[in-house]
Nanobody
Framework: QVQLVESGGGSVQADDSLRLSCVVS????????MAWFRQAPGKERQFVGG????????DYADSVKGRFTISRDDAKNTVYLQMNSLRPEDTAVYYC?????????????????WGQGTQVTVSS
């Protein structure tokens, strides 16, 4: 059974940092491209960043470029999202997603598996 479990969310002040983790079980992690999405209240779920199954390629939404970094540790079946210089507009539920293969998709429909989400709240 495929399972993605996020952790690391919380409440922070503007300009603080957080690191989210997503632990994956149930299939060969190294065969899957991983991504992070976020959803604020009343808004669509949006792409934050992705990392290819090899780890060589990454992609980010313009709104987080230079502040967020996605990485993966295949030995731990874990993908990370390091978030620096957080802003109030980063407040959302953050979701981990996965799709088998090499491509990073910036749309929700590109991913087959999802975690339950972790809340990030940034206050000014």
């Amino acid at each position: 059974q495929v399972q993605l479990v996020e952790s690391g969310g919380g409440s922070v002040q503007a300009d603080d940092s957080l690191r989210l983790s997503c632990v994956v079980s149930g299939w060969p992690f190294s065969a899957y491209t991983m991504a992070w999405f976020r959803q604020a209240p009343g808004k669509e779920r949006q792409f934050v960043g992705g990392i290819s199954f090899s780890g060589r390629d990454t992609d980010y939404a313009d709104s987080v470029k230079g502040r967020f970094t996605i990485s993966r540790d295949d030995a731990k079946n874990t993908v990370y999202l390091q978030m620096n210089s957080l802003r109030p507009e980063d407040t959302a539920v953050y979701y981990c997603a996965a799709v088998r293969g090499p491509y990073i998709y910036a749309v929700r429909s590109g991913y087959d598996y999802w975690g339950q989400g972790t809340q990030v709240t940034v206050s000014s």
